[in-house]
């Protein structure tokens, strides 16, 4: 059985930074994919970005670009997302999700149908 589990959500003040994770699972991991989403109330789940198989490229909505990083580490089977600069409009439920199909973009990897599994999701709050 396939897990995603994501940790290190939290309350920050605007300007500070937050890194989640993401635990897999039950998941041959390095040949998936990994990507991070965000759903604020109200609005449509978002992409952030992903990262693909082997860590060395990875694609970032603008919305976040330049203050989040995503690294992963297939021996752990894990994905993070470092958030620095955060600010208000960033409060959100972060998850992240497995691929095992391709994308070569931001664009690409931005479809939420790509992704195979989804983590249960994380809360992000970011205080004015």
């Known amino acids: 059985q396939v897990q995603l589990v994501e940790s290190g959500g939290g309350l920050v003040q605007a300007g500070g930074s937050l890194r989640l994770s993401c635990a897999a699972s039950?998941?041959?991991?390095?040949?998936?994919?990994m990507g991070w989403f965000r759903q604020a109330p109200g609005k449509e789940r978002e992409f952030v970005g992903a990262?693909?198989?082997?860590?060395?490229?990875?694609y970032y909505a603008d919305s976040v670009k330049g203050r989040f990083t995503i690294s992963r580490n297939n021996a752990a089977k894990t994905v993070s997302l470092q958030m620095n600069s955060l600010k208000p409009e960033d409060t959100a439920i972060y998850y992240c999700?497995?691929?095992?199909?391709?994308?070569?973009?931001?664009?690409?990897?931005?479809?939420?149908?790509?992704?195979?599994?989804w983590g249960q999701g994380t809360q992000v709050t970011v205080s004015s």
């Open positions: 039950g998941v041959s991991f390095s040949t998936y994919f």
């Open positions: 999700a497995a691929g095992s199909r391709i994308c070569y973009s931001a664009y690409g990897c931005s479809h939420a149908g790509l992704y195979d599994y």
């Open positions: 990262i693909l198989w082997d860590g060395a490229t990875s």
